[in-house]
């Protein structure tokens, strides 16, 4: 949790630089609101990863698992300025088989932290490959950064892509084109 009192009078601050009363019905609370936004977009930062590995084992499967679509939505760490979309994952067991929600929560604890999609793709793929040792991993992550549709640029629409594999062997070719063959559907 931040220390909400500074973030709210650093906004306050913000508000009063660009000339905006806070003293009016719509501005009187908006630094506390923004300082309880901040400790949610945040929260990331106060939860271990490892918390979600609670696995199972899977008997006898062995082909390709998916969890497609996850929303997530993130801070740039740039700008402080939202990207969202959706991520996903594929592993193969190596016998255990993680919760399927457990894949949305790993993806909720690293996007709720300042980032960067091409790291926040890395880190999902790293720690679902640190700790559950499947015998690979792919994740593939879509999403749209504010910062170039709403500022800069002012490119709405434009989408950054992102994909990190790890293992797999000698069949990384087979499960990469298995796996984008389902996300493209």
Do not use: W
């Amino acid at each position: 949790m931040s220390d909400g009192n500074l973030v709210a009078k650093s906004v306050s601050s913000i508000l009063e630089a660009h000339n905006l009363d806070i003293e009016s019905d719509g501005l009187k609370e908006t630094p506390q609101r923004v300082s309880r936004m901040y400790d949610e977009l945040l929260s990331g930062y106060n939860r271990n990863p490892k918390e979600v590995f609670k696995t199972f084992e899977n008997g006898s499967y062995a082909g390709l698992v998916m969890v497609a679509d996850i929303q997530f939505y993130s801070l740039c760490e740039h700008h402080m300025v939202p990207f969202h979309g959706k991520a996903h994952i594929g592993y193969v067991p190596n016998g255990r088989i993680l919760g399927l929600s457990k894949f949305a929560r790993l993806v909720n604890i690293f996007s709720r932290r300042l980032q960067v999609q091409e790291r926040l793709t890395e880190q999902v793929a790293q720690a679902i490959s640190d700790n559950l040792h499947p015998k690979g991993v792919i994740v593939y992550m879509e999403a749209e950064h504010l910062c170039m549709s709403m500022r800069g640029v002012n490119k709405p629409g434009a989408t950054t892509k992102t994909l990190s594999i790890k293992g797999f062997e000698n069949e990384k070719q087979l499960y990469v084109d298995q796996f984008m063959s389902q996300v493209r559907k």
